[in-house]
């Protein structure tokens, strides 16, 4: 994705900001009691949310058995249980997997690309989240747990607004070029468009650690919340990263086999992408359509 393009979709980013009502807007409104209007959860995955559910209660758990009694089996019980969570959380449905196999199925990449690109999306995934916890917790000497939800749902809401927006630019780009007939891969959407559009969609906090952070913060262990919140982003960009490889082997398998027909193997890899953003600009329109419904003013 070339630099200007990056850029419009910041403008994109903030644009929207501003088009919200002020008493939605975490950043702009000023009652701590104010409520941002949620995407809609992802599906009925009852079974995967009530299990991570109960690894956030048994890492709090943990984090207060620390704090009472110190110990180098409770602090490994600790990182693993973070890192199980970690593993768990990424392997539900979300946005950031599709363009991850988009990326790998339909180009070529070195073997540590799918690793890579996995623990860049974990780590400003969790990154965020741990600048919100850091920022309200410096701007008002505590934590303010209504302030965070606010402004993780708001931050959310928008990144779903911007991948729909993605989505329509990388289908409209992919749609003109076999119209125009150039399938060859170097005319196909650049694989660094991919990554920018994996780093800016990652940027949204991830509840769990937000979780972590504001019951260590609580127990004042924040330092040992900020530890468990690294073993989960390892957890998360694994998963992330298992993906890319899911894809990257597949791409290897289909293309070996349509090696004698280069036309439609270019043609095809095209038509998987366009697939792929198709599939995306529909789940992202899925997820932010309340959001969306309940901000805009008619």
């Not at 949620?38 to 009925?44: I, K, Y």
């Not at 262990?221 to 899911?246: F, H, N």
Request: aromatic share 12%; net charge positive.
């Amino acid at each position: 994705m070339p630099f200007k393009l990056s850029l419009r979709l910041l403008i994109i980013f903030l644009f929207l900001s501003g088009l919200f009502s002020l008493n939605a807007n975490p950043f702009l409104g000023n009652s701590e009691d104010e409520v941002t209007p949620a995407v809609r959860p992802p599906g009925s995955y009852g079974f995967m949310v009530e299990t991570q559910l109960k690894f956030r209660e048994r890492i709090g758990e943990i984090l207060t058995d620390i704090k009472e009694n110190p110990s180098r089996v409770s602090f490994g019980v600790l990182l693993g249980m973070a890192l199980l969570y970690g593993v768990l959380h990424a392997a539900g449905p979300g946005h950031r997997k599709t363009i991850m196999f988009s990326m790998f199925l339909t180009r070529k990449a070195r073997w540590f690309e799918p690793l890579a690109a996995g623990f860049l999306s974990a780590s400003v995934h969790a990154g965020t989240a741990l600048f919100l916890i850091v920022f309200y917790r410096s701007a008002t000497k505590k934590i303010l747990s209504n302030k965070i939800d606010n402004t993780s749902q708001y931050l959310e809401g928008i990144t779903y607004i911007l991948l729909i927006f993605i989505s329509l630019w990388f289908i409209s780009h992919i749609i003109v070029q076999l119209v125009k007939k150039q399938t060859n891969s170097q005319h196909r959407v650049k694989g660094h468009g991919l990554y920018t559009t994996l780093l800016i969609t990652s940027v949204f906090p991830c509840p769990g650690v937000i979780m972590i952070l504001t019951f260590s913060a609580a127990l004042e262990v924040l330092c040992l919340g900020i530890l468990a919140v690294l073993a989960l982003s390892v957890g998360m960009g694994l998963t992330i990263s298992l993906v890319g490889y899911l894809a990257l082997t597949g791409r290897g398998s289909l293309f070996k086999a349509l090696k004698q027909k280069g036309l439609f193997v270019e043609k095809l890899a095209s038509i998987l992408e366009l697939g792929s953003f198709i599939f995306l600009l529909f789940f992202s329109f899925w997820m932010a359509y309340p959001f969306i419904a309940s901000i805009v003013v008619i």
